[in-house]
């Protein structure tokens, strides 16, 4: 139990619909991390939020939308998604973003999302 | 530029076996820090280990070890007498100061221990 959890663990949507994807994290932390973990590919880091407020965004497109209404919660906001968006989306949190020490991130155990 | 190299894609072993996981970096930061996480088949990356770049001392916790070698640029881990329960992919991560602290990550080692 690492104190971040991502709900649901498993989702299966097409193309059309819209869904949100969960993280909550009780670990007191300021920051938090939306990465996505396709095949064969290095994890890749989509979306930062430090203290609420988007610090990054990796170009990823627009179908994807996170929000982060407090520290504790942060959602990814899913529409018209590609079969090509199907992976592992994993949600992480640190003590802080960028003070060394501080930032060790907690990863939640992740959402399985596949596009019909 | 911040790279990570794993050039282990899978690795299988039979248990007791020992086991190191190779893990090369590249950056031109003076301060930086690198980690390795696990990733057992249940999904979550479990943070292992944290050094920073001022502290080559090798570091031992139960069975597994970290080897730092700044001159060969590597941050190697070695379990010893390998059990069935590591079998997970194990990834190694660097960060930088000068990017902000980003966790840049290896595409990865594969494990997996037989009984």
């Known amino acids: 139990e690492t104190g971040v959890t991502q709900t649901p663990r498993h989702l299966v949507m097409g193309m059309t619909n819209k869904k949100s994807l969960k993280c909550e994290q009780h670990?007191?932390?300021?920051?938090m991390y939306w990465y996505k973990q396709s095949a064969k590919k290095p994890l890749e880091l989509m979306f930062v939020?430090?203290?609420?407020?988007?610090?990054e965004n990796n170009s990823v497109p627009s179908r994807f939308s996170p929000e982060c209404p407090n520290s504790s919660h942060l959602f990814l906001h899913l529409h018209t998604l590609q079969p090509e968006d199907s992976a592992l989306y994993l949600c992480?949190?640190?003590?802080?973003?960028?003070?060394?020490?501080?930032?060790?991130?907690?990863f939640g155990a992740g959402t399985r999302l596949s596009v019909l | 530029a911040q790279k990570v190299t794993q050039a282990q894609t899978e690795i299988s072993v039979v248990e007791k076996e020992d086991v190191t996981l190779d893990c090369v970096y590249e950056?031109?930061?003076?301060?930086?820090?690198l980690f390795w996480y696990k990733q057992p088949p249940s999904g979550e990356l479990v943070f292992l280990i944290r050094?920073?770049?001022?502290?080559?001392q090798n570091e031992i916790s139960g069975r597994y070890s970290w080897n730092f070698q700044k001159s060969t640029s590597s941050f190697n881990f070695t379990i010893t007498a390998s059990q069935v329960v590591d079998s997970a992919v194990y990834f190694c991560?660097?960060?930088?100061?000068?990017?902000?602290?980003?966790?840049?990550f290896g595409a990865g080692t594969i494990l997996r221990v037989k009984s």
């Open positions: 992480a949190s640190s003590q802080e973003r960028t003070v060394p020490g501080k930032n060790i991130q907690y």
């Open positions: 670990l007191g932390h300021n920051a």
């Open positions: 939020y430090s203290l609420e407020e988007r610090v």
């Open positions: 991560a660097l960060s930088e100061a000068s990017h902000g602290n980003k966790l840049v």
């Open positions: 050094r920073n770049s001022f502290d080559e």
């Open positions: 950056t031109r930061d003076t301060t930086y820090y």
